[in-house]
């Protein structure tokens, strides 16, 4: 898959001038989107015009953490600003459960909407239902967490191989190649923890032991109850591996109820880590941070370019969105203190969109 690099904004308007009636004049990205790297693809997505107003799906593997909140309230706001094209957005919750998010799919396919939008509970199970959408001649979208094989229309995300390749080169420096690590995912069986995964046990140094991988389903709560069970059975830990934020916040608060020293962890741009580390990096000289951001806005870009699809333009197949890291050299650009912890920060919604949300 040849990819080419373009920012957000050149992406967006590729190909503009096909939006006639009514899409020509896209809403502008906030500045924290506007200027994000991304690569696409060389393989290329055929859109087929439907009639307008479309009738859009979003299938949402599951709501149980604020990423998903802020990204949903992203959607409806990006749906809002396009309501003359985008007549009905139909959002179903598979409330992490994989058999009911492909019976929400299902259920999409018999209301023969125009396009399905997913983000997957797994990205093996969801396959087959979203090719049979397809075949049915809706358009398929799934962002966020990669499906398995490429029978549906487009795909945006970030790049979990290269999110992992960052973590591997993280624990490398700040171990200096030796030491042990513990990981905590997302949801058991997802795709996008086991591709993060997966390319960071590669990139590991050789003298770098794995003690254990256990699933945190992205919440804090858990992470600490997971965490607590691993610093019992484990009288080092070097390293905390994380896919997500509230999960290295959640095992951070675990080592510090069992008064041990914090470690290198990993995870990305939830505001409770951030305001962790800055409140506790001076006691903890071997606290440090790489939290590899996950753009919440990256459903405003799924919708977008399903909304080119469905007005008969051709996209890139791939679109993988450049994220940012955020370390203890720049985390003061991104943190909120004034905001709850649950915030994620890489987010095109104002502090007074979140304040509104999270109060």
């Known amino acids: 898959m040849t990819m080419k690099h373009l920012n957000r904004r050149q992406a967006l ?9 009514g899409l020509s004049a896209l809403p502008a990205f ?25 009738r859009i799906g979003f299938s949402n593997g599951f709501s149980g953490n604020s990423w998903r909140t802020e990204s949903l309230a992203s959607m ?26 492909v019976n929400d799919i299902e259920d999409l396919i018999v209301q023969n909407v125009d396009a399905i939008m997913c983000i997957p509970n797994s990205g093996t199970a969801v396959a087959p239902v979203l090719r049979k959408a397809t075949r049915a001649g809706i358009l398929t ?19 979990p191989v290269s999110k992992g390749k960052l973590i591997s080169e993280f624990f490398n420096t700040e171990l200096k190649g030796k030491g042990k690590i513990v990981a905590l ?34 919440e804090e709560d858990r992470a600490k109850i997971v965490m607590a069970d691993l610093i019992a059975a484990h009288p080092e830990i070097d390293g905390v591996w994380c896919d997500g934020g509230q999960v290295a916040t959640g095992a951070m608060k675990a080592l510090l109820a069992a008064n041990r020293p914090l470690v290198p962890v990993t ?22 941070i790489l939290m590899v951001s996950e753009p919440t806005w990256q459903s405003v870009v799924a919708l977008r370019e399903t909304v080119k699809l469905v007005s008969g333009q051709d996209i890139p197949k791939y679109q993988l969105i450049g994220a940012r890291t955020i370390t203890g050299d720049n985390y003061e650009k991104f943190i909120k203190r004034d905001l709850p912890d649950g915030v ?11 304040k509104k949300i999270f109060s």
Request: overall charge negative; some cysteine; glycine content about 12%.
């Open 13 to 21: 308007l590729m190909g503009g001038a096909a939006l006639a009636g």
């Open 30 to 54: 906030a500045d924290v989107a506007s200027e994000a790297k991304i690569e696409a693809s060389s393989e290329i997505a055929k859109g087929v015009a439907k009639k307008k107003p479309f």
């Open 76 to 101: 409806r706001k990006e749906a809002e600003k396009l309501k003359d094209v985008v007549g009905e957005l139909i959002i179903v919750d598979g409330q992490g459960d994989i058999a009911k998010q």
């Open 141 to 159: 979208m799934p962002f966020n967490l990669p499906v398995e094989g490429g029978n549906y229309t487009a795909y945006v995300g970030v790049d």
């Open 185 to 218: 995912g997302g949801l058991p069986g997802n795709s996008y923890t086991a591709a993060i995964w997966e390319a960071t046990q590669k990139g590991l140094g050789k003298d770098i032991e794995i003690l254990a991988f256990k699933d945190a389903n992205w």
């Open 267 to 288: 995870g990305d741009d939830y505001n409770g880590i951030l305001k962790l580390y800055d409140a506790e990096k001076a006691k903890h000289p071997k606290f440090k």
């Open 344 to 354: 994620c920060v890489d987010t095109d919604l104002s502090d007074e969109e979140l």
